[in-house]
């Protein structure tokens, strides 16, 4: 079956620092990539669709410039959470769709994200 | 908007059967989906459906009635395993394959 990895699976970083978080799918091209994020015990909430070589669309009351999301090839897409703070520590979770597949989205394994 | 209401937790005797419903009012319909969440892991596909009526895959169901806006999950000959998260989604847009996801239903399946 398709496999989306997510790198790092956690991470930790002080109130001010950018981090970085990738998303690639391993077996299959993926032109539609998308950001979730979940605090614990909610669900999941899209932040923002990925469509590879063009500009991200933000779901309304993500900050576009704070989350900064690229998408340069078939196969990856990153998620830099800039200036971060305490309050963006969450579970950030993405998923891809296959360019062949008429529904079905493929999610990766998540990214723990505490700010300290 | 999206509007997608389960139950919050659920509890259920291993062997048992358990039914988790799904009522969504959505803007556009193009699918739903059930997923299921393990603590601190990603979801994972259990179902589509898209058409009304049973969908059946091993000992989980699903059904939709699309007029109604309703869909459920049945797990069958429950496991202890099965204890998780399920999750509801719909799929508004048949552009933008976007989902939009209910709060989650907590199963705790019990020997």
């Known amino acids: 079956g398709a496999v989306v990895s997510q790198h790092p699976s956690w991470v930790i970083c002080k109130s001010g620092t950018s981090v970085k978080i990738e998303c690639r799918s391993l077996?299959?091209?993926?032109?539609?990539m998308f950001w979730y994020r979940q605090f614990p015990k909610q669900s999941l909430m899209l932040m923002a669709t990925s469509n590879e070589g063009s500009k991200a669309t933000y779901e309304q009351g993500v900050e576009k410039d704070k989350f900064l999301i690229n998408h340069a090839s078939l196969t990856l897409s990153t998620l830099t959470v800039t200036s971060a703070h305490p309050e963006d520590s969450s579970f950030y979770i993405c998923?891809?769709?296959?360019?062949?597949?008429?529904?079905?989205?493929?999610f990766g394994p998540g990214t723990r994200l505490t700010v300290t | 908007g999206q509007n997608i209401d389960q139950p919050t937790e659920m509890t259920a005797t291993e062997g048992a059967i358990v039914q988790i419903n799904c009522t969504y009012q959505t803007s556009g319909f193009n699918g739903l989906f059930w997923y299921q969440q393990h603590a601190g892991e990603a979801p994972t596909f259990l179902s589509y459906n898209v058409l009304d009526g049973l969908e059946e895959k091993g000992r989980f169901s699903s059904f939709l009635s699309r007029s109604k806006g309703y869909s459920y999950l049945l797990l069958k000959e429950l496991q202890m395993k099965d204890s998780a998260s399920y999750l509801c989604?719909?799929?508004?847009?048949?552009?933008?394959?976007?989902?939009?996801f209910g709060a989650g239903t907590t199963v705790t399946v019990r020997a």
């Open positions: 989604a719909v799929s508004g847009d048949f552009n933008d394959y976007k989902l939009s």
């Open positions: 998923s891809a769709r296959d360019a062949g597949d008429s529904y079905e989205q493929y």
């Open positions: 077996d299959f091209q993926a032109t539609t």
